[in-house]
C-alpha cells in the first residue's frame, strides 16, 4: 500500500502510473489479438461483426470500470485520511451496489441483444455472428465486475503494481486460449469472446486470492455492510457519477456505431482497425487520469491542496509529450500500423482507416486536456461538471449521425470527436481552475 499524501509528486505519479499504463497495454494486447486473429484467419466478415458490436461492449466495460473506479474515490479519500472503518465500510458498500447494476447490465444487454443489433443497423450478413459474441461477452460482465472491483480498491490504496501482475498473467494466457478455441476447437468469434472471458475470471481468482493474505485490514464484518444514509448518498453519487459519465459518452458512441454501420462492411472494418489503434494510443492518457483520481482524493482527505495543484501539471504536461509522439507515429507509421489489424490486400480498408488516425491524433492535446481535468473534478467530489460534458459529448454524436454523416460520409465521423473534444476541453478547463480557487479557499 502506498501514501500518496507524502513524497516526491511527479516521482510518486509515475510509479504509481507506469504499472496501470503496462496493465492497459497488456489489456489493450490481448483484445487486439483477438481482432488480429479474426481479421486474419476468420476473414472480413467475422471482423465486421466483432467490430459492429465495438460501442455496445464499450458501453458495457466502461459503466463497470466507471462504477469501480467510482466507487473507490472514497476508498481513496478514507485512506489518505487513516480512517480504515471508513475505508471498510466503503469496499462493503462497492460489493453491494456494484454487484446489483452489473446483474441488471447482463440481464439487460442478453434479454435485449436482438433489439440493440438491430438499433445499431447491423448488417444482416453479419447479424448471427455479432449476436453470438456480443451475447458470451455480456454474460461474462460479473467475472469483468469482481476483477475491476479488486483492482481499483488496490489502486485506492495506493498499489497500482499487484494488479499489473496479474493482468499479465492473464493476458498471456488469453492469448493461448485464443489459439486453443479458434484454431484448435474451430470456435470462430465465440472462441475470441470466451478466451477473453477466462482470462478475466482467472485474474479476478488470483487478485482475490491476494487480498485476503496481503490486506487484512480489509476483512469485512457484518456491521460493514451497513451504512448511514449520507455513506450510501456520497458511495453512489461517486460511483454512478463515474459510471453516468463513462456510459453517456458510450451511448453517443453507440449511435455513431449506427451510422457507420450504414455505411457498409468495408467502412467498419476500416473502423474498427483505426479504433484499436486508437485505443492503444490513448493508453497513457486513461494511466494519467487514473492516477489524477486517486492522486487528488487522497490528498483531499488529507488537506493538501498544494500537492492537488501540482499533481495536475505534471499530469498534463506527460500527456502533452505523449500527444506528440502519437502524431509522429500516425503520420510516419499509420499504414504500417493499420496493416497490422486490417487485411493488407483492401487498400480501401487501410487508407480510410489511416486518414482516420491523421484526422484525430492532432487532436490528443485536447483530450489529455479534458480527461485529465474530468478526472480531477470526480476525484475533488464534483461529478455534475464531468456529466454535463459527457451529455454534450452524446449529443454532438446524435447531431453527427443525424446532419453530418449523410452530407460529409465517413468523414464527418473523423472530424465529430476532434470537435467536441475542444469544446468540452475549454469548459472543464474553466471550472477546474475555478473549482481549485474555491477549495483553497475553504480549507
Known sequence: M??????????????????????NLFQQAYNLVDVIIVGKHLGERSLSAVGSTTAVVSLMFNIINGLCTGFAIPV????????????RRSVAGMITYSALIAILLMALCIIFVDPLLTALNTPIEIFDEAKRYLTIVAAGLAVTLLYNLEANILRALGDSVIPLII?????LLNVGLDFLFIFGFGMGVEGAAFATVLAQFISAVVCLIYMIKKCPFLKLTKGDFILSGNEIKN??????????????????????????????????SAH??????????????????????????????????????????????????????AVLAAYLFGEQLVMLIAPADNRVIIDTAVNYLKINIPFYYAL????????????????????GASLVEMVWKIVTVVAVIPICGYLGVCISEPIIWVASGILVSIIAVTTIKRLKKSI
Open 2 to 23: 502506498r501514501d500518496l499524501t507524502k513524497g516526491s509528486i511527479i516521482k510518486l505519479m509515475l510509479v504509481f502510473s507506469l504499472p496501470i499504463l503496462l496493465g
Open 76 to 87: 481513496a479519500r478514507h485512506f489518505g485520511s487513516n480512517d480504515m472503518n471508513k475505508v
Open 167 to 171: 493482468l499479465v498473467i492473464s493476458s
Open 235 to 268: 458511495l453512489l453519487s461517486s460511483g454512478l457519477g463515474m459510471a453516468l459519465m463513462y456510459s453517456i459518452v458510450d451511448i453517443g458512441s453507440i449511435v455513431l456505431q449506427n451510422g457507420i454501420n450504414g455505411l457498409g462492411t468495408e467502412i467498419i
Open 272 to 325: 474498427t482497425a483505426a479504433r484499436k489503434i486508437f485505443s492503444f494510443t490513448i493508453m497513457p492518457f486513461s494511466a494519467i487520469s487514473a492516477t489524477l483520481v486517486t492522486f487528488v482524493s487522497q490528498n483531499l482527505g488529507a488537506g493538501r491542496i498544494d500537492r492537488i495543484k501540482k499533481s495536475i501539471k505534471y499530469g498534463l504536461l506527460v500527456g502533452y509529450i505523449w500527444s506528440t509522439i
Open 368 to 387: 489529455t486536456t479534458l480527461l485529465s481535468l474530468r478526472c480531477t473534478l470526480q476525484g475533488l467530489g464534483n461529478s455534475v461538471v464531468p456529466i
